[in-house]
């Protein structure tokens, strides 16, 4: 059965929208001569003004939209977050904390009172956010939290100059940066690009692109040689500029970044011969991007090496590399949930809330969480029980 038989087809406004997304996909196409390379194109689907994934007003996250996050699932993750957290608030009391992304608030609805339970008042929360309609939504629901917590948050409307302390948190925002997608031919490195097809679009292989062959080359390196003819992946050229200007936020601190992902040697395994994008769309994942642009989300895996080089390279360390499940045991997910429930019906929520964040099979293998510092000491806690440095 063809992928696009088991979603459920867009119906009223959500069509419509879908339709002019398509025809503004369409133009940008004919504009660019008839092939658009795929990060152009990945870059209009979501972020086109008005129209894009995240530029329009799509439900996104939640359970009447295409996806749930691990904030979304429930408290464990921010409470475990605040718990990672603790030793280096401990020591740097004055450190205030940037999410880039919110999505609908979640994190940081739980994350504030998490950490006043801590004993961590966070004097600055500040939330940099791409998306108008989820920023709404983030700040109704944090004029909702009770007590104070409100009042320490802001949102931003660009990178605000560098402070001598704090936190940056990333949760699923990399793998929302547009990625170049590549094969490899006989002859070298190509690009993958988009074409129109009727009323959609199809895979085009490009002319050669020096700049490409070359950003392949010097990632993967000798591991290259190795990629059968007709390999296929995803290379996020924006993601050495995108980590550089996030860690200029603060002169010193930290920072975390949970998304899907893996060391660029496994990474760029022989057998991932397909590459990494995913589309969420009400609940379904597929692999096609073609299929509803503007109302799909679309992302693709992270390559936590680069990450790792262009953190080091701003002059930061790399803290800790672990699994999702492994950061969530070792930050004490456990000793959360042992503290008494409301009742029986919360309760199983809860349990059921753990194995979402960390079975295998479900979030707590794919999801990595990279920790950056650089001049502070301690370091979050959470990559204490296996830490994946030397896979990077
Ligand atoms: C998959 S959602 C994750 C939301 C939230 N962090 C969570 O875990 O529930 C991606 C979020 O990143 C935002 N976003 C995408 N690109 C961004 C960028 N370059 N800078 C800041 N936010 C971005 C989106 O609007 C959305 O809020």
């Given at each position: 059965?063809?992928?696009?038989?088991?979603?459920?087809?867009?119906?009223?406004?959500?069509?419509?929208?879908?339709?002019?997304?398509?025809?503004?996909?369409?133009?940008?196409?004919?504009?660019?001569?008839?092939?658009?390379?795929?990060?152009?194109?990945?870059?209009?689907?979501?972020?086109?003004?008005?129209?894009?994934?995240?530029?329009?007003?799509?439900?996104?996250?939640?359970?009447?939209?295409?996806?749930?996050?691990?904030?979304?699932?429930?408290?464990?993750?921010?409470?475990?977050?605040?718990?990672?957290?603790?030793?280096?608030?401990?020591?740097?009391?004055?450190?205030?904390?940037?999410?880039?992304?919110?999505?609908?608030?979640?994190?940081?609805?739980?994350?504030?009172?998490?950490?006043?339970?801590?004993?961590?008042?966070?004097?600055?929360?500040?939330?940099?956010?791409?998306?108008?309609?989820?920023?709404?939504?983030?700040?109704?629901?944090?004029?909702?939290?009770?007590?104070?917590?409100?009042?320490?948050?802001?949102?931003?409307?660009?990178?605000?100059?560098?402070?001598?302390?704090?936190?940056?948190?990333?949760?699923?925002?990399?793998?929302?940066?547009?990625?170049?997608?590549?094969r490899v031919e006989a002859d070298g490195v190509r690009p993958l690009g988009v074409v129109r097809d009727g009323d959609s679009f199809a895979w085009r292989i490009g002319d050669a692109d020096a700049a490409l062959a070359r950003e392949v080359e010097s990632r993967l390196g000798p591991e290259l040689a190795a990629l059968p003819t007709g390999y296929e992946s995803e290379l996020c050229a924006?993601?050495?500029?995108?980590?550089?200007?996030?860690?200029?936020?603060?002169?010193?601190?930290?920072?975390?970044?949970?998304?899907?992902?893996?060391?660029?040697?496994?990474?760029?395994?022989?057998?991932?011969?397909?590459?990494?994008?995913?589309?969420?769309?009400?609940?379904?994942?597929?692999?096609?991007?073609?299929?509803?642009?503007?109302?799909?989300?679309?992302?693709?895996?992270?390559?936590?090496?680069?990450?790792?080089?262009?953190?080091?390279?701003?002059?930061?360390?790399?803290?800790?590399?672990?699994?999702?499940?492994?950061?969530?045991?070792?930050?004490?997910?456990?000793?959360?949930?042992?503290?008494?429930?409301?009742?029986?019906?919360?309760?199983?929520?809860?349990?059921?809330?753990?194995?979402?964040?960390?079975?295998?099979?479900?979030?707590?293998?794919?999801?990595?969480?990279?920790?950056?510092?650089?001049?502070?000491?301690?370091?979050?806690?959470?990559?204490?029980?296996?830490?994946?440095?030397?896979?990077?």
């Open positions: 059965m063809p992928v696009s038989a088991s979603l459920p087809a867009p119906a009223g406004e959500a069509r419509e929208h879908g339709e002019r997304v398509r025809a503004h996909l369409h133009a940008a196409i004919a504009d660019a001569g008839g092939w658009l390379d795929f990060e152009r194109f990945m870059s209009l689907a979501l972020y086109a003004p008005g129209l894009g994934y995240y530029s329009a007003g799509a439900t996104k996250l939640g359970a009447g939209g295409d996806f749930v996050t691990a904030p979304e699932l429930g408290p464990l993750f921010a409470q475990s977050l605040a718990r990672s957290l603790a030793p280096v608030l401990a020591e740097h009391p004055d450190a205030g904390i940037v999410e880039f992304g919110a999505g609908t608030g979640a994190l940081a609805a739980e994350l504030l009172p998490a950490l006043a339970a801590l004993g961590f008042a966070v004097p600055d929360y500040a939330i940099l956010e791409t998306s108008a309609a989820l920023k709404a939504r983030q700040q109704t629901r944090i004029a909702a939290l009770p007590g104070d917590h409100a009042s320490r948050v802001r949102w931003l409307d660009r990178l605000p100059p560098a402070a001598p302390v704090g936190i940056v948190i990333a949760n699923e925002v990399l793998d929302a940066l547009p990625v170049r997608r590549f924006l993601m050495p500029a995108w980590v550089a200007s996030a860690l200029e936020l603060f002169d010193s601190g930290v920072a975390l970044f949970v998304d899907y992902g893996l060391p660029r040697r496994e990474y760029y395994a022989p057998e991932r011969s397909g590459g990494t994008l995913r589309c969420h769309y009400r609940h379904h994942a597929h692999s096609d991007p073609f299929l509803v642009p503007g109302l799909q989300d679309i992302t693709a895996w992270v390559d936590f090496t680069t990450v790792a080089e262009a953190a080091v390279a701003a002059g930061w360390e790399v803290a800790g590399f672990a699994t999702q499940a492994h950061w969530l045991l070792d930050s004490g997910v456990l000793e959360v949930v042992a503290a008494p429930a409301v009742d029986a019906r919360a309760e199983a929520e809860r349990a059921r809330e753990l194995r979402m964040l960390t079975m295998p099979g479900e979030m707590g293998e794919r999801f990595r969480v990279m920790a950056l510092s650089r001049g502070v000491d301690p370091v979050p806690a959470g990559f204490g029980l296996r830490d994946l440095r030397d896979r990077l």
